[in-house]
């Protein structure tokens, strides 16, 4: 997600249509085999639920966090519908009670935020995590305005410093371990607002056990 205006997601999220669809983001769903059942994960602005919902179909126990009363109550509906549990909770991210090595997984999937705000949830997170937990993440580059200049249904953020590169990932998470980190092209189907070509990174960060 890319703006904090609450308001602005539940306009986003209203009607019955799920704004980025109902399937898991495409970088998710391909690293299934690190998803275990009865593993704990947090979703930070996970909006209408398609990500927190699929984790919790992978059997771990998924919280999923958002600002926006309309996609946390979708979440539910959609959770509801495929039959899952998912524990949503409407906050938003710097105003909720952060654990400390309590998760497994953390997913960060299109969380845009200014640099001194990524660097702080960031390390939110690293902390957040138990031994030998991950964060997953998959966000837009630099590179993508170029593909959003052709296409602005590609979606992401239209100003450069909510970008993220490979090197700014490197040393937010500078205390983990890289198991992937990687910038490049892919191609979106993720509803109205996320379909084309986009240039995007993709990072997997470890705690050691």
Same mark, same amino acid.
């Given at each position: 997600?890319?703006?904090?205006?609450?308001?602005?997601?539940?306009?986003?999220?209203?009607?019955?249509?799920?704004? @980025?669809?109902?399937?898991?983001?495409?970088?998710?769903?391909?690293?299934?085999?690190?998803?275990?059942?009865?593993?704990?994960?947090?979703?930070?602005?996970?909006?209408?639920?398609?990500?927190?919902?699929?984790?919790?179909?992978?059997?771990?126990?998924?919280?999923?966090?958002?600002?926006?009363?309309?996609?946390?109550?979708?979440?539910?509906?959609?959770?509801?519908?495929?039959?899952?549990?998912?524990?949503?909770?409407?906050?938003?991210?710097?105003?909720?009670?952060?654990?400390?090595?309590?998760?497994?997984?953390?997913?960060?999937?299109?969380?845009?935020?200014?640099?001194?705000?990524?660097?702080?949830?960031?390390?939110?997170?690293?902390?957040?995590?138990?031994?030998?937990?991950?964060?997953?993440?998959?966000?837009?580059?630099?590179?993508?305005?170029? @593909?959003?200049?052709?296409?602005?249904?590609?979606?992401?953020?239209?100003?450069?410093?909510?970008?993220?590169?490979?090197?700014?990932?490197?040393?937010?998470?500078?205390?983990?371990?890289?198991?992937?980190?990687?910038?490049?092209?892919?191609?979106?189907?993720?509803?109205?607002?996320?379909?084309?070509?986009?240039?995007?990174?993709?990072?997997?960060?470890?705690?050691?056990?």
């Amino acid at each position: 997600m890319i703006n904090r205006d609450a308001k602005f997601w539940d306009d986003r999220f209203a009607g019955a249509e799920y704004t @980025y669809g109902e399937t898991p983001n495409a970088f998710l769903a391909s690293q299934r085999a690190q998803f275990h059942p009865g593993q704990t994960a947090l979703i930070p602005a996970d909006g209408e639920g398609r990500n927190g919902v699929w984790l919790a179909e992978q059997g771990l126990i998924a919280t999923s966090l958002d600002h926006s009363e309309v996609g946390i109550t979708k979440a539910a509906v959609l959770a509801e519908k495929r039959g899952v549990p998912l524990d949503t909770v409407l906050t938003d991210v710097f105003d909720w009670d952060w654990p400390e090595n309590h998760f497994d997984h953390i997913i960060f999937i299109y969380f845009h935020l200014p640099a001194e705000g990524r660097r702080e949830l960031h390390r939110l997170a690293a902390k957040a995590l138990r031994p030998g937990g991950r964060i997953t993440l998959e966000a837009f580059t630099p590179k993508n305005l170029i @593909y959003r200049a052709e296409n602005p249904k590609v979606g992401g953020p239209p100003e450069e410093h909510l970008l993220m590169t490979a090197e700014m990932l490197a040393g937010d998470f500078e205390g983990l371990r890289p198991i992937l980190l990687e910038e490049r092209d892919t191609i979106l189907r993720e509803g109205k607002f996320h379909d084309g070509k986009a240039a995007v990174v993709n990072a997997i960060f470890e705690r050691d056990a």
